[in-house]
């Protein structure tokens, strides 16, 4: 059998400009997951990087603690389809309709934008993704231009595919990603519907792996959202 690993990056920088880049707190998450690797003598074989910037930085970083320790570190590949689903893109084009349309969506959003408690607006912001997401699954938000929801899926699919094809027999692959593609490929493991795709993806803690076992023929879920490198509650994040 060979192993599929995929780590959710570390902490973004959230309420911050750029939001993709990590945060003091998802470096650290990043070179504790490092270290717990290298101390379990932990062996990869292809490494594969989402092309943002989060994802990237956090594979990074195991790299260069891999490499201080002497350990091989193989040439990383940038697959674009490791992305994230467009939130952003969501929250641009449907948001003024939904906010007229649903009352409660807009009180939200006012919250988000005006309470002075960063929990709160975390809170206001969790609330407002979760119904953003949940809408374009039932095809409320929807636009000829604009993917699925089930195309997401699907593109998950593909890329796992080429990395499952990419790894040698017996072989180890981690790929660097965010917890929309780790719940998608948990979806292809387990058989789940969209509707329980789309919930599993509010589960990956930042910098947890996953892992999957795969051969010819099967593909299986072994471990899911693992922190075992983050044994101190403070470093437990969604965000």
Not at 91 to 109: C, E, I, N, T, Y
Not at 154 to 160: K, M, T
């Amino acid at each position: 059998m060979s192993t599929l690993t995929l780590v959710r990056h570390g902490q973004a920088s959230f309420l911050e400009d750029n939001y993709d880049r990590l945060s003091p707190l998802g470096e650290q998450q990043a070179r504790l997951l490092a270290d717990f690797w290298i101390n379990q003598g932990t062996r990869l074989d292809r490494v594969f990087y989402g092309p943002c910037e989060r994802q990237i930085r956090t594979g990074e970083i195991i790299a260069d603690r891999f490499r201080a320790a002497g350990r091989e570190w193989p040439e990383p590949v940038t697959d674009p389809e490791f992305d994230e689903f467009p939130a952003e893109l969501l929250f641009r084009r449907f948001m003024p309709r939904l906010m007229a349309k649903h009352p409660h969506l807009a009180a939200s959003v006012a919250e988000f934008q005006t309470s002075p408690d960063e929990r709160a607006r975390q809170r206001a912001f969790d609330r407002v993704l979760r119904e953003v997401t949940q809408r374009w699954l039932s095809g409320e938000a929807a636009a000829p231009d604009i993917p699925t929801w089930q195309d997401f899926c699907a593109r998950i699919e593909r890329a796992v595919d080429r990395v499952k094809a990419a790894c040698p027999k017996s072989g180890h692959a981690v790929v660097f990603t965010s917890g929309g593609p780790t719940a998608a490929a948990s979806r292809l493991a387990l058989g789940l519907s969209y509707e329980a795709t789309l919930e599993l993806t509010w589960s990956p803690k930042n910098g947890s792996f996953t892992d999957f076992l795969f051969t010819t023929g099967r593909f299986s879920l072994h471990s899911f959202n693992n922190t075992p490198h983050l044994d101190d509650p403070a470093l437990i994040t969604y965000r």
